[in-house]
């Protein structure tokens, strides 16, 4: 598996980690569940329905949007990261936080702006 950022999530990413220290853990653990989920080859569905969700999708992408689990939060404060799906690459786009008060419609315009970058 290829794992890809865009640099716009990278800086939003380093931004909520300064703030919950646990995020890279649980970025961490997405990722190995994600190689497993999306396994090319062998895929296995190991994310339950109610934590990750497509959002949109053509013949060369999808696009996800899952919850990333972070120590010391309830489960609603967890973070979503939106995230592209094509072939053996993942490239994670946006981060967005319940306690930033994001939408999920702005958000998937940001991810699909992004997506532009790479498709």
């Not at 895929?43 to 329905?49: L, S």
């Not at 010391?72 to 946006?94: A, C, K, M």
């Amino acid at each position: 598996m290829q794992w890809l950022e865009h640099e716009a999530f990278t800086g939003e990413f380093k931004k909520l980690s300064k703030k919950y220290r646990a995020a890279d853990q649980g970025l961490a653990a997405v990722k190995k569940l994600l190689a497993v989920q999306f396994d090319p080859i062998d895929p296995k569905e190991v994310i339950a329905p109610a934590k990750i969700h497509r959002r949109h999708q053509n013949a060369i992408w999808e696009l996800w949007k899952i919850e990333v689990m972070v120590v010391g939060l309830r489960p609603n404060q967890w973070p979503r990261v939106w995230f592209v799906v094509s072939g053996e690459t993942i490239t994670f786009l946006t981060v967005g936080a319940h306690m930033q008060n994001y939408d999920d419609n702005t958000m998937d315009k940001v991810a699909l702006q992004r997506i532009s970058d790479y498709y």
